[in-house]
């Protein structure tokens, strides 16, 4: 399931998930034999959404396969749309290749034209291989590296005439009043033209109530794009959206067209997104929802599980969600790419707030150096703002993560991609997680500032924490940065499920519990800290890269174990972040 919520009415989306002939090519001769117009006859069946290295014999697999199946259409324009990958991909209809894309965790959406109304054939080939120079992400992470399509994949039938795009955008006046505010949108849409002519006319409602409406003239018979523009559409009394109080709303779109010779209207595409009322600002060392100082007591996600990789099924999420709020937590880092617009869904309807990134983790100077790097960070950021831009869960973009923030290559690649979210966003604020925080060069450019660090695991003792935190803020207030608010985005322990030792030794489940409390403490009671985000909520496999230092080849630091066990340590920080005040 993609979405919680009905997105159209009118326009036929069929869902494609279910079996896909399936083929491995280590060799990359699929292109050169041509397999996307004869597919191999000694291909198997694989399940879509799904990870090919959750099948038997392909753990470790990286590289390209292929996919094929059959769909039917009644319409002559389609879109296809695919929800995740990893990697590259590149898509055939009828044996011709129709679009490709590099970076998948934010999907990716073909226009296909000129098709005959039928059965045709679809062939995709998806490529998860990395290097250490310019992948994003690069081989050498601290997660593993699933492949295939692992999120669902869907087929749009539009009309002659349908709704491309849309932003919507609001300002609120009397946030002092209590849970609610007067809203003034500004709405844009374009709509796209085939071969539709004569007048159309494109409605905006809210929650069923229409709140504008104006005609789109279309060329006869012309292929063309037209854009809208609603503003100053005023909404009064709107309820605001916050964590305690998760209201939400329908917006919709409705493109219709009187029928010439019945005078009865036809309504030929629509499109609905919801969104909440909520304003987010960074003022005088504070995080403020709504005007309201607001603590973030985190955790770090992957979205993963050692049965499903990366196609993680609604009914986990929602566990999840579950797990993570009965812990006392209001919030949860997307570590360390989009997550599923489902996932999305859940927190906007549960009232969790939601960090962001690009999967761009760990780079070194030499990949920064690369062009194609920030080529293709520019792009996945693009992608991720344009498709998760109206979740009001979601307060802050991260840029990257943990990537070597003392070079100037590094604050090359820092400023554009904090220009180009701010260009693209200017209503939330943008941090980075960095490892490298007394020596960083880039700072200055985020409106947060988030450290990962993990004294008295990897370097020091736990008490090292004190000091290092009294010496952090003397060089923010060094570079006259000591308004900026501090996040903790990432410490903490691993522990083996079900190792206790009397002697608290390290990858005990009694020694990541001794850790936190410390840790948790110290943070929770400093009032320059104003979010914590604890590494990490579940165990998770490793890539092949780490997998020698790394116990079961798993990354160990999660509270809970891979399925969800609790350990001692989540009990602990229960009780910290629920007797502690948002």
């Known amino acids: 399931m993609n979405r919680l919520y009905q997105r159209h009415k009118h326009r ?37 959404p799904g990870c090919w290295n959750n099948e038997l014999g392909l753990y470790h697999y990286e590289g390209a396969a292929w996919y094929r199946r059959e769909f039917e259409t009644e319409k002559s324009e389609i879109i296809l749309v695919f929800h995740g990958f990893y990697g590259s991909i590149k898509v055939y209809v009828d044996g011709k290749e129709v679009g490709s894309h590099y970076g998948g965790f934010a999907g990716y959406q073909c226009l296909v034209d000129g098709l005959a109304p039928g ?67 500004e709405i844009n849409v374009t709509v796209q033209s085939f071969s539709a002519s004569g007048t159309h006319e494109l409605r905006v409602y809210l929650d069923d109530r229409l709140l504008a409406a104006q005609p789109v003239e279309f060329g006869t018979g012309s292929s063309s794009e037209v854009p809208l523009r ?33 005078g009865i209207e036809d ?13 987010i600002t960074v003022r005088h060392g504070q995080l403020l929802l709504n005007n309201k100082v607001i603590r973030l007591k985190g955790v770090n996600r992957h979205e993963e599980h050692p049965d499903w990789g ?23 880092r997307g570590s360390h790419y989009p997550n599923s617009p489902a996932f999305l869904d859940l927190l906007d309807q549960e009232g969790i707030l939601f960090w962001e990134e690009i999967p761009m983790w760990g780079f070194p100077e030499h990949a920064l150096e690369d062009p194609l790097t920030l ?39 820092t400023k554009a991609f904090a220009e180009t979210v701010r260009r693209l966003d200017a209503t939330r604020p943008i941090t980075y997680a960095t490892m490298h925080p007394l020596e960083d060069t880039c700072l200055s450019l985020v409106d947060l500032i988030s450290i990962n660090k993990y004294f008295g695991w ?26 900026r608010p501090i996040i903790v985005s990432e410490f903490g ?57 790394r116990p079961r080849s798993f990354n160990n630091k999660g509270i809970v174990d891979e399925y969800r066990k609790p350990k001692q340590a989540y009990w602990t920080v229960r009780k910290l972040y629920t007797e502690a005040q948002s």
């Not at 000091?467 to 000591?482: C, D, I, Q, R, W």
């Open 493 to 549: 322990a691993g522990a083996l499920y079900g190792e206790n030792t009397f002697e608290e030794q390290k990858w005990s489940e009694n020694f990541q519990a001794k850790y936190l409390d410390y840790t948790l403490k110290l943070f929770l009671n400093d009032p320059e800290v104003v979010g914590t985000y604890i590494w990490q909520y579940c165990d998770i496999r490793t890539a092949r890269e780490l997998e020698l230092s």
């Open 310 to 332: 990366f196609a993680v099924p609604l009914k986990l999420m929602k566990k999840d969600i579950d797990i993570i709020k009965n812990l006392g937590c209001n919030a949860v």
């Open 458 to 483: 990897y370097q020091g003792k736990m008490e090292d924490w004190q000091e290092f935190l009294h010496t952090f803020k003397a060089k923010l207030e060094k570079e006259g940065l000591s308004g």
């Open 12 to 48: 036929k989306v069929t869902n494609l998930d279910g079996f896909w002939q399936f083929k491995t090519d280590p060799g990359q001769v699929g292109e050169k034999e041509k397999w996307y117009q004869d597919f191999p006859k000694d291909s198997q069946l694989i399940l879509v």
């Open 230 to 262: 609603f503003a100053g559409l005023s909404v009064p009394g709107v309820k605001l959206w916050e964590p305690g109080d998760p209201n939400l709303y329908l917006a919709r779109f409705e493109l219709a067209k009187a029928s010439a010779e019945s």
């Open 267 to 279: 309504v030929v595409d629509d499109i609905a997104e919801r969104i909440g009322f909520r304003a």
């Open 375 to 413: 080529e293709r960070g520019l792009s996945m950021h693009e992608q991720m703002i344009k498709r998760d831009y109206h979740h009001p869960s979601i307060i802050v973009w991260g840029l990257h993560n943990e990537i070597d923030t003392r070079t100037q290559a590094a604050y090359k690649v």
């Open 119 to 185: 059965g045709h054939s679809l062939v995709v080939v998806t490529d998860n291989t990395h290097n250490d120079t310019n992948t994003i992400p690069l081989s050498r992470v601290d997660w593993f590296h699933y492949g295939g399509l692992f999120r669902s994949v869907e087929l749009m039938e539009l009309d002659a005439a349908w709704i491309k795009d849309y932003r919507i955008d609001y300002t609120l006046d009397g946030l002092d009043t209590p849970n609610q505010a007067a809203a003034a949108l």
